[in-house]
């Protein structure tokens, strides 16, 4: 198998590192947390700078955890505006890399397979690293950290684990390295897909090391995870067959298009079913704009805390594939009206369209009526068409104009958090 060099260059504390940016100020010595001033102190902060870090202070900690005595500013987040960051980031990644041979893996985190660059720059992969960093620090003021490795997991442990003690900010390991220093590493959830779960699941059978799960049994592995045995036994070795060219190739056997949001307060079973109904109108018009359709949509529902009650789920199937918003919002308001319980307080919302498929392959009912469904289209054409010209709240329907709507709200967020606009 050829030798691959991959490196992955990590944002440090990136939205916070852009709000110091944009302040004139030195992220590794400022006092910054992203989080929304607006809600309660409760919210969790986005990014916390690297000198909040240095008090001891935790990444995506909640405002109330800050202790009183650490004076700090907390800068309201700013979506595009780290999306623009991040994009022009890119842009010096390929400056170095073809985007073939780059895999973004995150708004702040891209792996770059370097392996054919490093003869033709006549420099070593330490030394690119520190290149694209410099470049990074020099043009945007934003620290960065890089994980280099013979493998694309290698390069990440190297990232997480190794570069944040390295006087450099730059780590590197190969299978001999990983084995003889992180095998006794611990905690076990500092290694990359190892979350409290997997670790608590470990422990309870005496492992609390990689070394130890590459000494365990293979076959008793595969009867306590199943086929996700075969990826811990890999990394327990350092080993990671997946290459980029692997991941840009990859393509889904099935599709799905889904929405979700954790509502601001407790909302009641009527409050509840309005905000389903305005998930499920963006999930019909984002179909119409990708030209795609499904028969199936899975609703989830959850409870506020102290009602102690387990989530609400069940999935709706039609007869036909569509994405017309008249066939679509009243299946999942049926739904809806079936399976959550009138008497609890709505806190959590999630929608699932699965199995989506292009609408050229779809197939349509014989009792659909056609002219009905003509008419629909062209007005959810029409929507789309003039929010993309005038902005998303151009155009409303009249239930997103009641007091319990969140969408006026969200369609000025990018991922759930204000977008700066």
């Known amino acids: ?99 073939e041979d780059i895999h973004v893996y995150s708004i702040d985190e891209a ?52 570069a944040k003690h390295a006087a450099d900010c730059i780590g590197y390991l190969d299978e001999e390295i990983y084995r003889k220093t992180l095998w006794d590493h611990k905690p076990l959830t500092d290694f990359w897909r190892i979350g409290k779960g997997i670790a608590g699941k470990l422990e309870r059978y005496g492992i609390h090391t990689m070394g130890g799960l590459a000494a365990m049994d293979e076959d008793f592995l595969y009867k306590l995870f199943g086929v996700d045995a075969e990826l811990l036994i890999d990394h327990a070795w350092g080993r990671e067959p997946v290459t980029i060219g692997d991941i840009k190739s990859y393509k889904a056997k099935t599709n799905c298009l889904t929405c979700g949001q954790v509502l601001g307060c407790d909302y009641s079973f009527e409050d509840g079913e309005l ?91 014989l009792f659909a009526d056609a002219e009905e469904l003509e008419r629909n289209r062209k007005l959810q054409t029409a929507m789309l068409d003039i929010k993309k010209k005038f902005g998303k709240n151009a155009i409303l329907k009249g239930m997103n104009l009641q007091d319990a709507s969140t969408m006026k709200e969200r369609n000025r967020q990018i991922g759930g958090h204000k977008s700066g606009e």
């Not at 944002?11 to 989080?35: N, Q």
């Not at 066939?327 to 399976?339: G, N, Q, S």
């Open 1 to 99: 198998m050829e030798q691959h060099t991959y490196l992955v260059i990590d944002l440090k504390s990136f939205y916070a590192s852009v709000e110091c940016a944009e302040r004139g100020l030195d992220p590794m010595t400022t006092r910054l947390v992203v989080a929304d001033p607006e809600r309660t102190e409760k919210t969790i902060c986005l990014a916390i700078s690297p000198a909040m870090k240095a008090l001891g202070i935790h990444n995506r900690c909640r405002v109330f955890e800050i202790p009183k005595s650490v004076d700090y500013i907390m800068a309201e987040p700013r979506m595009k505006l780290y999306v623009e960051y991040a994009a022009e980031i890119y842009g010096i990644y390929l400056k170095y890399i073809s985007k």
């Open 111 to 162: 792996f770059m397979d370097v392996t054919n660059y490093l003869p033709l720059y006549h420099i070593t992969a330490r030394e690119l690293g520190q290149s694209i960093m410099a470049d990074i620090t020099r043009q945007f003021g934003i620290p960065a950290t890089c994980g280099i490795g013979t493998n694309l997991y290698l390069a990440k442990i190297a990232l997480d684990i190794t």
């Open 275 to 365: 905000i389903v109904k305005e998930m499920m109108d963006l999930l019909c018009l984002e179909m119409v704009e990708k030209n795609l359709v499904s028969n199936s949509v899975t609703l989830y529902v959850g409870y506020s805390n102290r009602a102690e009650a387990e989530p609400s789920r069940g999935t709706a199937s039609l007869d036909a594939q569509t994405n017309a918003d008249m066939v679509l919002i009243p299946a999942v308001t049926a739904l809806y009206e079936r399976i959550v319980n009138p008497r609890l307080p709505v806190h959590r919302i999630n929608i699932s369209v699965n199995h989506v498929v292009e609408e050229e392959y779809s197939q349509y009912s």
